[in-house]
């Protein structure tokens, strides 16, 4: 491991590996805390690197003192999970093991214990599969000054390790910890640099566009985006036809295309340019990209235009039903690249089952929702009602509604009860009901679709109320 002053984090991970590994190697690359000290404690082999702004050369340079035939990389700030060693040893003896695919866990608080982070507790994500372990031939290398990896010593073996359940859980991506101490602007201009030194590479414009998302950089974060993902459509195609030349079907993405494509669909979607983020879905379809983020996006494009197109509602909603039914299809299926938080699992759900509300098919609404009871308490339940409002079961549903409306001051609640009251003759409460939810509004709804029938409710000739425009 590459290391500097992380004397908060380095205990814990040299302990995860104890009796895991046979030598621990961690160059330090300037530190003036305790990390050194830690380390020569722990029985590291302690080297030193002159810092020169470039992380893959700090890593070759680790490399170097490494004895064993194998190599696992972790960070300072991530730990082997417990038990994960065994699981990890047996994969030493997999034919034809040369790298090997750890699961990483991002925890969403520094303080969280391994067990929170593993159970989705307190994780931020989904689990992303990365190659970590790595058998030590005289070409393994790294590449790139920031978020290197091995990617051409990977490719020239086919690109796709062994995948291994042995957990990392890393605690370096908590937001308030990565502000604390400006890695994304660290990165930032690591990557300007890189990108600047070779303007063709679209991995590092890729990585680029997602740092000047995160940090708020919206504008040149999707002129970055266009242009990596134009070099992606450029290069990807001979890419896949070298490789099939060769007899190797190239059975997966080159490092860059899914997370390319992911943060710019996410730029696209915050500008509302739904219809060209759908293109941009088709164009990463036609390329061949596997993965649940594609059928998730393509879910919320088709999701927020139905909203406001009420000609072609129903087929709209239709391509979203059909969307989120895709991605949940690809379940806790490993990836190496990145899904989107509950793309493959609890949001698609909530979102075919909003879906589903809208397209009348109440019954298997209501079993989607149930699911999302434990998870997603509040949405759910509004749900679960919406969907007995549609069943003529309006009562059933005005029991459920009380309560969300007394916890949560719920608009959609409100609304939701106003239109049951309506429909039972409940005039004063209807009123007031609606009147309630009028006043909240414009603190947003849970679930956009209920706007439409706020609004029917404020046409009805029982309230004075001004329409929601």
Not at 101 to 114: E, G, I, K, Y
Not at 366 to 373: A, G, T, Y
């Amino acid at each position: 491991m590459i290391v500097k002053n992380e004397e908060r984090f380095l205990p814990t991970c040299l302990a995860s590996v104890s009796g895991v590994v046979d030598e621990i190697v961690v160059l330090d690359t300037g530190s003036t805390d305790r990390t050194c000290e830690i380390a020569l404690a722990a029985g590291a082999t302690l080297a030193h690197f002159e810092w020169c702004d470039d992380f893959s050369a700090a890593r070759n340079a680790a490399l170097k003192h490494v004895t064993s035939d194998w190599v696992l990389v972790l960070d300072a700030d991530e730990v082997l999970a417990n038990g994960a060693g065994a699981a990890l040893r047996a994969a030493l003896n997999h034919p034809g093991m040369y790298c090997g695919m750890l699961p990483m866990h991002h925890s969403s608080r520094v303080n969280a214990t391994q067990a929170e982070v593993l159970s989705g507790e307190h994780r931020m994500g989904e689990p992303t599969w990365l190659p970590r372990l790595f058998l030590k031939t005289d070409d393994l290398a790294w590449e790139g000054i920031v978020h290197e990896s091995p990617s051409g010593w990977l490719e020239a073996r086919g690109g796709v390790g062994t995948c291994i359940q042995s957990p990392i859980v890393h605690f370096g991506s908590v937001p308030d910890f990565r502000d604390a101490n400006k890695r994304d602007l660290r990165n930032l201009s690591l990557l300007r640099k890189e990108v600047a030194a070779d303007p063709d590479c679209w991995m590092s414009k890729v990585y680029l566009a997602c740092t000047l998302h995160t940090v708020g950089e919206k504008e040149e974060a999707i002129v970055i985006a266009d242009a990596a993902w134009t070099k992606i459509m450029q290069e990807l195609p001979a890419t896949i036809a070298h490789a099939n030349s060769l007899g190797s079907p190239l059975k997966h993405m080159p490092t860059g295309v899914v997370k390319g494509f992911t943060v710019f669909a996410q730029i696209l979607i915050e500008k509302s340019a739904f219809q060209a983020c759908l293109t941009l879905v088709a164009t990463a379809l036609e390329l061949g990209v596997d993965h649940p983020n594609t059928f998730f996006i393509a879910g919320v494009c088709y999701e927020n235009m139905a909203l406001a197109d009420t000609d072609n509602r129903m087929s709209l909603l239709v391509g979203a039903k059909n969307s989120y039914g895709a991605a949940l299809e690809y379940g806790d299926r490993p990836m190496k690249d990145a899904v989107l938080d509950g793309a493959s699992s609890w949001k698609a759900s909530l979102r075919l089952a909003t879906v589903l509300l809208q397209l009348g098919e109440q019954s298997r609404s209501v079993e989607l929702f149930q699911s999302l009871k434990d998870q997603e308490s509040e949405l759910a339940i509004l749900g679960i009602s919406e969907a007995l409002i549609g069943m003529n079961k309006p009562v059933e549903a005005l029991n459920l509604l009380r309560g969300v409306i007394e916890q949560h001051d719920s608009v959609d609640g409100q609304i939701l009860a106003a239109h049951i009251c309506l429909q039972l003759g409940e005039t004063a409460s209807f009123q007031t009901l609606l009147q309630c939810a009028y006043n909240g509004v414009k603190e947003g709804l849970k679930e956009t679709h209920r706007l439409k029938l706020l609004n029917e409710l404020l046409g009805h000739p029982a309230q004075s109320i001004r329409r929601v425009s």
